[in-house]
């Protein structure tokens, strides 16, 4: 069933993107900023950047079940199929609104778009609608928590002036993000031997976080694991902090081949990395 709308998205005229986008704009922003999970089986896919066969694989993978998925943002820029790989999404999320949870990476903003791709796909294939899609970003939500299985589940990382991650609820819903927790809970990343909170590589408002103020956060929110994506590993991912943090990459075939991974995570409680299959 997945290709068969695969195939479908595959053909879609401006009028029809316009329709999607008017369809799914509203079931977003029906979400809050911090989704709560399910108890169901989930499956958190990491980074695809335009790489659909990949997500068309871990879908197939799992759409027979009761699976719900949990989409950790960057779905657009530097693939080739960035518009379809985004398509089918929303296509999906306006059709099973309960089985796909789309988180927004640091990619869905307009000012990234323009660097580095998305936005001159948009006006290549479709024309002036960069602007549709910018306003369905401003609503995808920022994080999601399994209370049950004490996940957290984020693009980046942990931000420096976030404590309670109830207060995310509270975060506004903004097509260029400019709120300092929002930019850092799509920008931050993980660092061993850091201590703290310090400047990262990619600039601006971006921070690097340590073991300590990681432990900090999950004591004080009662987790007991978190998943994010934003950095290429070549394995498809990357354990920081003993394990308590789980850095995924889900595209296949990124600058080169990439084995690319899923992780499963089951009703009890049982956990597996998950080999994308394309």
């Given at each position: ?26 079931i977003l922003k029906n979400e809050s900023r911090l989704i709560k999970l399910p108890t169901s ?56 609104p309960k089985r796909l949870v789309l988180l927004r990476g640091n990619h869905e903003s307009p ?58 609820n509270e975060l506004p819903r903004e097509v260029e993000i400019e709120h300092p927790v929002a ?96």
């Amino acid at each position: 069933m997945i290709r068969k709308i695969a195939q479908s998205v595959e053909t879609y005229s401006s009028e029809d993107v316009i329709q999607l986008l008017d369809r799914v704009l509203p079931i977003l922003k029906n979400e809050s900023r911090l989704i709560k999970l399910p108890t169901s089986p989930l499956v958190f896919v990491g980074d695809t950047h335009g790489d659909w066969e990949a997500t068309q694989g871990i879908l197939d993978q799992f759409w027979h079940s009761t699976t719900v998925f949990v989409f950790l943002g960057d779905y657009v820029d530097r693939g080739s199929y960035q518009i379809e790989n985004l398509n089918l999404l929303y296509e999906l999320k306006r059709r099973y609104p309960k089985r796909l949870v789309l988180l927004r990476g640091n990619h869905e903003s307009p000012t990234v778009n323009r660097q580095y791709g998305f936005y001159d796909a948009v006006q290549r294939t479709f024309g002036e609608l960069s602007e549709q899609y910018w306003a369905t970003f401003a609503h995808l939500p920022l994080a999601s928590v399994s209370p049950h299985l004490r996940i957290f589940a984020v693009h980046g990382g942990i931000p420096e002036q976030l404590k309670s991650i109830d207060e995310i609820n509270e975060l506004p819903r903004e097509v260029e993000i400019e709120h300092p927790v929002a930019f850092q809970l799509l920008w931050n990343d993980p660092q061993e031997a850091l201590k703290g909170f310090a400047p990262s590589f990619r600039g601006g408002r971006a921070r690097n976080f340590g073991q300590d103020v990681t432990n900090d956060f999950m004591a004080r929110n009662n987790l007991d694991l978190i998943i994010r994506a934003h950095e290429v590993f070549p394995h498809g991912f990357h354990e920081f902090f003993d394990g308590r943090v789980l850095s995924l990459f889900s595209c296949c075939n990124y600058r080169g081949p990439i084995d690319g991974k899923a992780f499963y995570v089951g009703a009890t409680g049982n956990r597996e990395l998950i080999p994308i299959k394309i």
